[in-house]
């Protein structure tokens, strides 16, 4: 099984419902993707494709991508040295069923995808972690993980980021699209720190759920952008939307101190504005990978992953209060990505595939 997307079109797809399972070579092993999720994340990886690389992790055919995808899978068949049938990992895959990968750098906590194609690409998505010595672990929220945790990663780097640069004197950060969960969990996490007011930017129509959460101080629709607060500012761009860029930028001029482009959750809207001059700050995009390279340095990569890790359950028990995992078929996969791309997702639904 395996779904392309066009790289021209982002709504012309493929779904291969059966391929056969591929036999290792010497020094490679198959993983059985088991469960993966799918949310606005994974069209962030689509919609940046091609600028960001996100394609060439799982090359497909001439003109088509296949989706990067988080999520768990068995070691089905194995030659590589150290990795043995059976072993559950946590890991980067295709929206496929199955990978052929070729393990490097093999250790108790796992390994890293050796394959040439992969060499020049971010070392943050080639490893794969194997569950039982995994501190951020717990089997009975694998459904949580494969939905939360590489956002709650992400947004545990924004807020981290952010802080470390005392948000360059701002007392407060607006953040959009404030009803996806990378935004949501960067609120979750910034609203923990005093001094700093956290406000979401969102459609009208999602301001209710939005403002329920109660890890907004305020809630703004998109279409009432002048109502936001005065004072020193950092925007969060995680809509992607240009015509709320430069709506934003517009609002605070010099009082906005930074603007971060995290993703592209409206990202019909990507290019929109872009005939006109922003005011303030030029926008710097926020890469992950970047800041764990950084903190891994700074911190060492074990006592990285336990931070995050420590502050990984208590918001994956707070999610229950509010959110509902969907679990979905193979057969469902095409039309769910479709939903999702064109924002019909409800946001306190999550979708799970299992294979």
């Keep these: 099984m395996e779904l392309l997307v066009a790289k021209d079109d982002f ?80 890991g980067y895959f295709p929206c496929s069923s199955h990978l052929v990968v070729e393990p490097a750098g093999v250790e108790e906590y796992g390994f890293f995808d050796g394959a040439e194609h992969r060499k020049p690409l971010p070392s943050a998505y080639q490893g794969y972690r ?10 009975d929220r694998e459904n949580e993980s494969v939905i939360f945790w590489p956002l709650f990663y992400t947004s545990w780097l924004i807020d981290d980021f952010l802080a470390d640069s005392s948000l360059w004197g701002a007392v407060q950060v607006v953040i959009s699209s404030a009803s996806s969960k990378t935004a949501i969990i960067a609120a979750y996490l910034l609203a923990q720190r005093e001094g700093i007011e956290v406000i979401g930017l969102t459609s009208p129509g ?6 329920d959460l109660g890890v907004y101080h305020q809630t703004v629709a998109y279409d009432a952008i002048e109502a936001l607060p005065d004072g ?14 430069h709506a934003v930028h517009a609002r605070y001029g010099d ?34 990978p970047d800041r764990i390279k950084i903190r891994g340095k700074e911190w060492g990569t074990p006592e990285l992953e336990k931070r995050v890790a420590e502050s990984w359950l208590p918001f994956a028990e707070w999610t229950e209060s ?34």
């Excluded at 999602?206 to 403002?211: D, E, I, K, L, M």
């Excluded at 020193?232 to 860029?245: M, Q, S």
């Excluded at 193979?330 to 639904?349: R, S």
Aim: charged share 25%.
């Design 11 to 90: 709504h012309k797809t493929r779904f291969e419902p059966d391929t056969d399972p591929p036999e290792p070579a010497d020094g490679e092993a198959v993983l059985a993707i088991d469960s993966f999720g799918l949310t606005s994340n994974n069209i962030t990886y689509v919609v940046f494709g091609d600028s960001m690389n996100y394609w060439d992790f799982f090359p497909g055919p001439e003109g088509w991508g296949r989706p990067p995808v988080w999520g768990y899978a068995e070691v089905a068949a194995s030659k590589a040295d150290g990795v043995e049938e059976g072993q559950r990992l946590y």
């Design 130 to 139: 194997r569950v039982e010595v995994d501190p951020a672990y717990d089997a």
């Design 206 to 211: 999602n301001a209710g759920f939005v403002g």
């Design 232 to 245: 020193k500012t950092v925007y969060v761009d995680i809509a992607g939307d240009g015509e709320v860029r």
């Design 255 to 288: 009082d906005l101190v930074h603007s971060a482009v995290v993703g592209a959750a409206r990202h019909e809207q990507l290019g929109a504005g872009g005939d006109t001059e922003l005011d303030g700050p030029i926008p710097k995009f926020f890469f992950a």
């Design 322 to 355: 509010w959110f509902k995992v969907e679990p979905i078929g193979a057969g469902d996969i095409e039309a769910t990505y479709l939903e999702i791309l064109d924002g019909k997702i409800d946001p306190k639904v999550g979708h799970v595939v299992s294979l």
